[in-house]
C-alpha cells in the first residue's frame, strides 16, 4: 500500500515538473499527435528573459487554426492557437495555461484565422539553406505559387556608457522576403528586375517568368503588382 502510494506521488511529481524541461517527450495531445520539445507555463513564456531587444514572433497575438502535421492526409479536426518564433524557426502551440515548442520539421501547413470569414496559408518549406520555414502563400495555381517569409536577424548592439544611451543587447530586425515556389524549388525574389534577370534569366525553371516579368516592367518591390503579374502570367500561357 505504502509502495502504491509513493509511485502515485513520483509520477505526479514528475509529471508536474515536466513544463520548463528541455525535451518533455510526449504528445500534446490525441489530434496532434507528436512529440515536443520545451514546454512553458503561459506566465513563464510571456515574461521569459531575452539575450536581445525585440520580438522574434511573427504575429502579436495568439492565433487561431489547424494544423496540418508532415505524413498526415488531413488537418487537425480542433483548432489550435499558436505563434511562430522567426529567429530559431519554431512553431508554439497554446492549450490551457501551457505553450509547447514543436520543431517545424513535424508540421506541412497551417491554415490561420486571419478574420471572421477567412484563412490564411502557411507553409512549412525546406528553404535553400536546407532549414525548414514557415511561408505565407500569397498566390498559388496548378504551376506555381508566391510566398513569403519574415526572417529575423540580429543586429549589432549600440550602447554609449558616457551617455548611458542604447542597449548592450543586439537588436531583432525582421525584413520579409518573397519567393516562387515551383517543383519543389524556393527562388527568391530581388528587388530589382536587373537582378531578377541576371539571376534567373537562363534557369529552366523561371526563365519564362523572368521575361514576362522584365517586358511587363513590373515593379518587383509591390507584392501586389508581383501576384497580378503571375495571374496574367499564367493566363497567357
Known amino acids: 500500500m505504502n509502495k502504491t502510494i509513493i509511485s502515485i506521488l513520483f509520477s505526479f511529481l514528475i509529471c508536474n515538473s515536466l513544463l520548463g524541461q528541455t525535451n518533455i517527450g510526449a504528445n500534446i495531445d490525441s489530434d496532434l499527435s507528436v512529440t515536443v520539445g520545451n514546454a512553458y507555463p503561459i506566465g513563464t513564456f510571456d515574461n521569459r528573459e531575452t539575450s536581445y531587444v525585440g520580438s522574434p514572433l511573427l504575429w502579436k497575438d495568439w492565433m487561431y487554426g489547424n494544423i496540418l502535421l508532415r505524413g498526415n492526409k488531413k488537418y487537425s479536426d480542433r483548432e489550435y492557437r499558436f505563434n511562430y518564433n522567426a529567429l530559431d524557426n519554431l512553431l508554439y502551440i497554446r ?95 530581388p528587388k530589382k528586375r536587373k537582378k531578377l534577370v541576371d539571376k534567373y534569366g537562363r534557369s529552366k525553371e523561371m526563365k519564362e517568368i523572368v521575361a514576362f516579368f522584365d517586358k511587363n516592367r513590373v515593379d518587383l518591390k509591390s507584392e501586389e503588382e508581383i501576384r497580378s503579374a503571375l495571374i496574367n502570367f499564367k493566363k497567357n500561357i
Open 95 to 189: 492549450i490551457g495555461d501551457s505553450v509547447y515548442e514543436m520543431m517545424l520539421s513535424k508540421v506541412n501547413c497551417l491554415d490561420v484565422i486571419t478574420d471572421v470569414e477567412s484563412k490564411t496559408l502557411y507553409k512549412v518549406l525546406n528553404g535553400n539553406s536546407s532549414n525548414f520555414s514557415l511561408y505565407k502563400v500569397v498566390y498559388s495555381d496548378d504551376m506555381f505559387e508566391l510566398v513569403k517569409s519574415t526572417d529575423v536577424e540580429l543586429q549589432e548592439s549600440y550602447y554609449n556608457a558616457a551617455l548611458d544611451a542604447g542597449d548592450v543587447r543586439p537588436k531583432l530586425k525582421k525584413s520579409d522576403k518573397l519567393y516562387i515556389f515551383k517543383n519543389d524549388q524556393l527562388f527568391e525574389l
